[in-house]
């Protein structure tokens, strides 16, 4: 059975940072780029962040660029998010998900979704 478990969320003050992790079991970690996805309340799942298989390919979306960093350790059959310079506007349960094929910014590209991690920056 495949499964992901996110931890690492919490409540932080802004400008403050956090760092998620991304446990996978069940299939073969290697081999398959991870991408990192958010959902406040109210609003769609949007894309955050994503790794290719080797680590070596990383795209973000606008909102984060330069302030996340998603990284993996297939060795530990997990993949990171460290987040600096949190803003209010971060706030949303945060998911991992195995990339399965099609746009990489697309959540119905992703398949095997984890429970999600809530995350939320105060002001």
């Known amino acids: 059975q495949v499964q992901l478990v996110e931890s690492g969320g919490g409540l932080v003050q802004a400008g403050g940072s956090l760092r998620l992790s991304c446990a996978a079991s069940?299939?073969?970690?290697?081999?398959?780029?991870m991408g990192w996805f958010r959902q406040a309340p109210g609003k769609e799942r949007e894309f955050v962040a994503r790794?290719?298989?080797?680590?070596?390919?990383?795209d973000y979306a606008d909102s984060v660029k330069g302030r996340f960093t998603i990284s993996r350790d297939n060795a530990k059959n997990t993949v990171y998010l460290q987040m600096n310079s949190l803003k209010p506007e971060d706030t949303a349960v945060y998911y991992c998900?195995?990339?399965?094929?099609?746009?990489?910014?697309?959540?119905?590209?992703?398949?095997?979704w984890g429970q999600g991690t809530q995350v939320t920056v105060s002001s």
């Open positions: 790794i290719s298989w080797t680590g070596g390919g990383t």
């Open positions: 069940g299939r073969t970690f290697r081999g398959y780029n």
């Open positions: 998900a195995f990339h399965n094929s099609g746009e990489y910014y697309s959540p119905r590209s992703y398949h095997y």
